[in-house]
C-alpha cells in the first residue's frame, strides 16, 4: 500500500479526500511495476518530495491536462524500492496511459500532442483541443 494525491485538473484534488491507499500493480492498462491508478487517469508522474524538478513538472502536466479534461495522478518513489531503484535517478517521470513519456523535465507541447495523439486512435480520428 502507498499513499497518493489524484488530481483531476485545474489544480483541484479529484474529491474530498486527496491522499487514499491503492495496491500495487492492479490496473491491466498499466505496466505491473507501476502503482495501481484511477480509471480516469490517463498521465502519472512518479516524483518525490522537495524535488524542484517535480514542482515544475507538476505544473505543467496539471495545465495540460486540464486542457484536455483528463486525470492525473502523482505517485512518490520514496518507500517503494522498485521504483526507487528503476526511477530514482530520473525524476520526475511521466507516463501517458501506462507507457512512459518523459523523465526530468515534461514539454508542454509534448505532452499535448500524445494526449491528443492517444485521444485521435481511441475515438478513430476525431480532433483534440
Do not use: N
Not at 5 to 25: C, E, H, L, M, S
Not at 29 to 53: F, I, K, N, S
Amino acid at each position: 500500500m502507498r499513499f497518493i494525491k489524484r488530481w483531476r485538473g485545474r489544480g483541484q484534488p479529484a474529491g474530498d479526500d486527496t491522499i487514499g491507499a491503492v495496491g500495487f500493480g492492479e490496473s491491466p492498462q498499466w505496466p505491473d511495476h507501476l502503482p495501481d491508478v484511477g480509471a480516469a487517469t490517463r498521465v502519472l508522474m512518479l516524483g518525490r518530495p522537495g524535488c524542484h524538478l517535480c514542482d515544475d513538472a507538476r505544473i505543467v502536466i496539471d495545465r495540460v491536462c486540464a486542457e484536455f479534461g483528463v486525470g492525473w495522478e502523482e505517485h512518490s518513489i520514496d518507500g517503494e524500492p522498485e521504483l526507487r531503484r528503476r526511477y530514482g535517478d530520473q525524476v520526475p517521470v511521466t507516463f501517458v496511459d501506462g507507457a512512459q513519456h518523459d523523465y526530468w523535465r515534461v514539454d508542454e507541447d509534448r505532452l499535448r500532442m500524445a494526449l491528443r495523439r492517444d485521444r485521435r486512435a481511441a475515438s478513430g480520428g476525431g480532433e483534440g483541443p
